[in-house]
C-alpha cells in the first residue's frame, strides 16, 4: 500500500513541476513578445525649461502598458507638459548596465533624474557586492548631470505570478534585502 501511496505522491509531483514549468515558460514567452511591443514615452522639446531624464528597466520603457501616456514617463510629461522627456528605458536592465549607459550623458544636463532599477538584478540573482559597488557610482553619475536624482526600485518582486509556486518567498527575500 505505501508503495502505491509512493507513486501517486510521485506523479502528483511530476505532474505538478511540469504544470509550473510550462506555466512559466509561457509568461517568459508573452513578456518577451510585450517587451518586443513596448515603446518608450519620450517627448523632444529643444526650447524646453524643464529637461527630465528617465532611465532604468522595463518599468521605465513602460513594457505591458497598452498607451506608452499611461507609463511613468508618460505620466511625468502630463505633470510637467513644458518639460522634455528623455527616456533611457531599456527592457532587462540591470542596475550595472547604468554606469555605460549615463557615462554616454555626462555630457548633457537635466534638471530631474529619474532611475528605476533593482527588479532585474533581483531576479537574475545579482550578488549584493556588486550592487553595493555598482549603485553608488550610478548615483554619482546621475548626480553629476542633474539638479534633482530620484532613486526609484521595484516593489515585491516575489508577488509576482510569472515564479512558480514555492519559489515566489525567495524572490520577496531578495526584495526585502
Known amino acids: 500500500m505505501t508503495f502505491k501511496i509512493l507513486i501517486v505522491l510521485a506523479a502528483a509531483l511530476i505532474i505538478f ?12 514567452a508573452v513578456g518577451v513578445k510585450m ?10 522639446k529643444p526650447d524646453a525649461k524643464i529637461r527630465i531624464l528617465i532611465i532604468g ?15 511613468v514617463a508618460g505620466y511625468l510629461a502630463a505633470d510637467y ?7 533611457k528605458g531599456v527592457n532587462g536592465t540591470r542596475t550595472h548596465a547604468l554606469i555605460e549607459r549615463f557615462s554616454t550623458l555626462q555630457s548633457e544636463h537635466f534638471d530631474l533624474v529619474l532611475i528605476h ?6 531576479v537574475n540573482f545579482t550578488s549584493y557586492e556588486d550592487l553595493q559597488k555598482d549603485l553608488p ?9 542633474g539638479d534633482k536624482v530620484v532613486l526609484l ?23 526585502k534585502k
Open 57 to 71: 528597466d522595463s518599468t521605465v520603457v513602460g513594457t505591458g502598458s497598452a498607451d506608452s501616456k499611461l507609463t
Open 17 to 28: 513541476i511540469s504544470f509550473q514549468f510550462f506555466r512559466t515558460r509561457h509568461y517568459i
Open 81 to 87: 507638459p513644458d518639460a522634455e522627456i528623455v527616456n
Open 153 to 175: 526600485t521595484s516593489g515585491d518582486v516575489g508577488t509576482g505570478l510569472l515564479f512558480p509556486y514555492g519559489t515566489r518567498w525567495i524572490f520577496t527575500v531578495r526584495t
Open 117 to 122: 532599477t533593482g527588479g532585474n538584478d533581483i
Open 35 to 44: 517587451a518586443a511591443e513596448a515603446i518608450p514615452f519620450t517627448r523632444e
Open 137 to 145: 557610482q550610478v548615483l554619482d553619475l546621475a548626480n553629476k548631470i
